[in-house]
C-alpha cells in the first residue's frame, strides 16, 4: 500500500513476525516469505567490544574467528564448506554492542544451517585448542594490520569512538583489540569468555524466508532446546553520558595518505529512541546520496571534497553518534576543509533545514528501508537487531511510523541542541609532512566564504 502524507509518498508493508521463547532462554523469531525459495538464519549474541574487561580488548572480535575454527562435531572452517556445498552465503560480524553469526541457503537446507549454529553455540568449548587460538590470534592481528594499521584512513573506527568517548566508557577502546591484549589472551580466557556470553539466553535466533513455521519450530527446540541456559551476565557500568561534549575536540593523525579526510562527529541521542530518528533524518539530509545538502555545497558547488557522507553509528546504550565524513579533493589543505565543513554546520545551526528537505530524507530513508526487508538475509537482520536491543522485534513494523512521526520542528530542534560548537569532535587525517599545521577550527569558519 502507498498514502501520500505531507507531499511525501510513504510505503506502509506489514511484515509477518511469529515469536517464541526456548526454556532456556533462546528467544526467537519467524517471518514467513515464498517469494523465492531461500532461508535466511540470523544469531546475534548480545556481546561486543564493549563487553570486553579492561586488558582484553579484542576478545569479541577475536571470538568471530574463533567460532568457524569447529566444534565438537564440526572440523576446523567445515562451517563454511558445508554451507557453500548446499549452495548458501554466511558470515559474521562483531560491533560494539553485539556479535552476529548469519547464513542464506536454499529453503530446503534450514536443518543445516539450524544444526551448524546450535553445535557451536553447545559444544564449541570441547574442541577449543591453544594452536587454534594462537591461529586465529595471528589471523586477527593481520587483520588489524591490513585493514588498520597499514590502510589509509584505516585507524579512524579506533580513534574516533577514543575521542568521543571518555576512557572509562565501554565505548573508548578499540572494537578490534590492541596487539599486547591479543598477545596476552590466554586459552582460558577465551573459554571462560565463551561461557559467559555464548549463551542461549544471551542469544535471539530469527528465521526469514521460504519456510513452514511449524516445522522451524520443531528443528529449533530440537537443536538449541538441550542447550543449557548461562550464568550470570557481568553488568555493564553506566553508558549516560552528558548530551554534549562541552568543547570542541580535536584529533590530528598524520598519515601515509593523498587526500585529507575530516570525520566530524556530534553526540546524539541513542538508537530507538525518540530523538534517534531526528538525528537520522539530520544524517541524510547532510550526506545521504547525490541530492544531499554537503554533496551539493561541497563536492559540485564550491568543489572543495572529492565525497562526502554522513550516518549514525546506531549505539543502543547511553548515546550514539552521528559522524560527517568528508575527504578532501586534490590541493585542498585541512585547514580549508575543516572550515568549509564547519561554514556548512554553522550555516544548518543559525537557518535550520527546509520542509523540502525533510521530506526528500524520510522518502529516501523509507524507501530503502522497505526496499531492504524484501530481502531474506536483511530482514532476518532487523528482526534479531530489534529483540537484541528491544526485546521487541515487531518493532520492524513500526519504522516507518517512527520515522513518519519526524517533522521538520524535529529535526530543526536536533540541530540546535546538538551540533553547535561545544558538541563538535574533529579527526583530521593529513599527510605526514603536513602534520606540523596547526588546524584553525571554528574561529575561522566564519572567513570560509
Not at 128 to 147: F, I, P
Not at 191 to 199: D, E, M, R
Not at 215 to 227: D, K, Q, S, Y
Not at 406 to 424: A, H, Q
Amino acid at each position: 500500500m502507498v498514502r501520500r502524507e505531507g507531499g511525501v509518498q510513504f510505503r506502509t508493508m506489514r511484515i509477518p513476525i511469529e515469536t517464541f521463547r526456548l526454556q532456556n532462554g533462546l528467544f526467537v523469531s519467524l517471518s514467513e516469505d515464498h517469494t523465492a525459495p531461500i532461508v535466511a538464519v540470523n544469531l546475534w549474541y548480545h556481546v561486543g567490544s564493549a563487553n570486553e574487561p579492561p586488558g582484553r580488548t579484542g576478545f569479541a572480535h577475536l571470538f568471530e574467528h574463533m567460532l568457524f575454527q569447529g566444534s565438537a562435531d564440526v572440523q576446523a572452517n567445515e562451517h563454511f564448506e558445508l554451507v557453500q556445498r548446499a549452495g548458501g552465503t554466511l558470515n559474521g560480524s562483531t560491533w560494539l554492542e553485539r556479535t552476529n553469526y548469519f547464513e542464506t541457503l536454499p529453503s530446503n537446507q534450514l536443518e543445516l544451517a539450524l544444526w551448524l549454529e546450535a553445535n557451536r553455540m553447545g559444544a564449541l568449548l570441547p574442541a577449543m585448542t591453544q594452536q587454534k587460538l594462537d591461529t586465529q590470534r595471528d589471523v586477527v592481528k593481520n587483520e588489524r594490520r591490513w585493514s588498520m594499521d597499514n590502510q589509509p584512513y584505516g585507524s579512524w573506527l579506533e580513534k574516533l569512538p577514543a575521542l568521543c568517548f571518555p576512557p572509562e566508557h565501554p565505548f573508548h577502546h578499540s572494537l578490534m583489540g590492541s596487539m599486547e591484549d591479543l598477545t596476552a589472551a590466554r586459552l582460558d580466557d577465551v573459554g571462560q569468555f565463551f561461557a559467559t556470553f555464548y549463551t542461549p539466553d544471551n542469544a535471539v535466533l530469527s528465521i526469514a524466508g521460504d519456510f513452514d513455521p511449524n516445522e522451524a519450530r520443531r528443528l529449533v527446540e530440537r537443536h538449541f532446546g538441550p542447550i543449557p541456559r548461562g550464568g550470570r551476565k557481568p553488568a555493564l557500568p553506566d553508558m549516560s553520558l552528558p548530551p554534549v561534549f562541552g568543547q570542541w575536540k580535536r584529533e590530528v593523525v598524520p598519515d601515509d595518505v593523498m587526500l585529507p579526510r575530516l570525520f566530524l562527529a556530534f553526540r546524539s541521542p541513542a538508537f530507538g529512541t525518540d530523538g534517534y530518528y531526528p538525528a537520522s533524518v539530520c544524517g541524510a539530509i547532510l550526506g545521504l546520496r547525490n541530492g544531499s545538502r554537503l554533496k551539493r555545497r561541497l563536492v559540485r558547488e564550491r568543489e572543495v571534497a572529492a565525497d562526502t557522507t554522513a550516518f549514525t553509528f546506531d549505539l543502543a546504550k547511553g548515546s550514539d553518534l552521528l559522524v560527517v565524513d568528508v575527504t578532501a579533493r586534490p590541493g585542498v589543505p585541512a585547514e580549508q576543509l575543516e572550515q568549509e565543513v564547519a561554514f556548512e554546520i554553522d550555516a544548518l545551526v543559525r537557518d535550520g533545514v527546509s520542509d523540502a528537505e525533510v521530506e526528500r530524507a524520510l522518502a529516501l530513508i523509507q524507501t530503502m528501508f522497505v526496499s531492504s526487508m524484501q530481502e531474506a538475509g536483511e530482514r532476518a537482520d532487523k528482526l534479531s537487531l530489534f529483540a537484541t536491543y528491544f526485546g521487541d522485534p515487531n518493532r520492524l513494523n513500526e519504522e516507518v511510523d517512527r520515522y513518519r512521526a519526524v517533522t521538520t520542528e524535529k529535526v530543526n530542534d536536533f540541530i540546535r541542541e546538538r551540533l553547535g560548537e561545544n558538541n563538535r569532535a574533529s579527526l583530521v587525517y593529513v599527510a605526514r609532512e603536513d602534520a606540523p599545521g596547526e588546524l584553525v577550527g571554528s574561529d575561522a569558519s566564519a572567513e570560509a566564504r
